[in-house]
């Protein structure tokens, strides 16, 4: 099966910068995708990596390494809004997507 | 434009019986999906469709069944429910299933089965 690790929880204050790390082990790779869900609500689609290197949407960055296995999900100017779960997703070779559980962000005022 | 719609948005559910839960997209997408969401385990793929008239099995797919007659509906039926199927579920759909294209999720159902 597919392997993809999160950290479960992390805390940070309004204003600073969060960074949420995704590894991964799967059969084959074909993108990696990160959402963000808020409690009670569908996930919403943030990023989407498929070639190594920083792809830059306002505040949120994600990062991928194909030969590491790695990727980040960067959170800057943290608001309260931003307080969510934050899914990290590998298209396998199948072209399937799998999930990892979630990294679940407290922003703190 | 609504783009995925699920009902119920919740049910309670006995035991041994049946449930279809709806899921209906309007944005022509080629590709649906049906998961699951259990706390501590992230989302899990139930079964899909790449197009209308074909479907597919997922990492969870025991005890679930799905048709996809047509391009905008994707119903899931359980056909004697367990209370290991209580769980929230989420349908998707993306454009195809190609490497770039994005799944788009609807409200999900929040299922309890006693």
């Known amino acids: 099966g597919q392997n993809i690790d999160q950290p479960t929880e992390m805390t940070a204050t309004e204003g600073a910068i969060v960074q949420i790390n995704c590894t991964y082990q799967t059969s084959g790779f074909n993108g990696l995708f990160w959402y963000q869900q808020h409690a009670g609500e569908a996930p919403t689609f943030l990023s989407y990596?498929?070639?190594?290197g920083l792809e830059e949407k306002g505040r949120f960055s994600s990062f991928l390494s194909r030969s590491k296995g790695y990727s980040y999900l960067l959170l800057k100017e943290l608001q309260m809004k931003d307080s969510a779960s934050y899914l990290c997703a590998v298209r396998d070779g199948d072209y399937k997507l799998s999930f990892g559980a979630g990294t679940t962000v407290t922003v703190r005022a | 434009i609504a783009g995925i719609t699920q009902a119920p948005t919740s049910q309670i559910l006995a035991a041994g019986r049946r449930m279809t839960l709806r899921c209906t997209q309007d944005m022509r997408h080629n590709a649906m999906y049906w998961y699951r969401q259990d706390l501590g385990l992230g989302l899990r793929l139930i079964h899909y469709?790449?197009?209308?008239?074909?479907?597919g099995k997922g990492e969870v797919p025991d005890g679930y069944s799905v048709s996809r007659a047509n391009t905008d509906d994707f119903p899931l039926t359980l056909a004697s429910a367990v209370p290991s199927q209580t769980s929230v579920y989420f349908c998707a759909s993306s454009e195809g299933e190609g490497q770039g294209d994005t799944q788009y999720f609807g409200p999900g159902t929040r299922l309890t089965v006693l």
């Open positions: 469709s790449n197009t209308a008239g074909t479907t």
């Open positions: 990596n498929v070639l190594d």
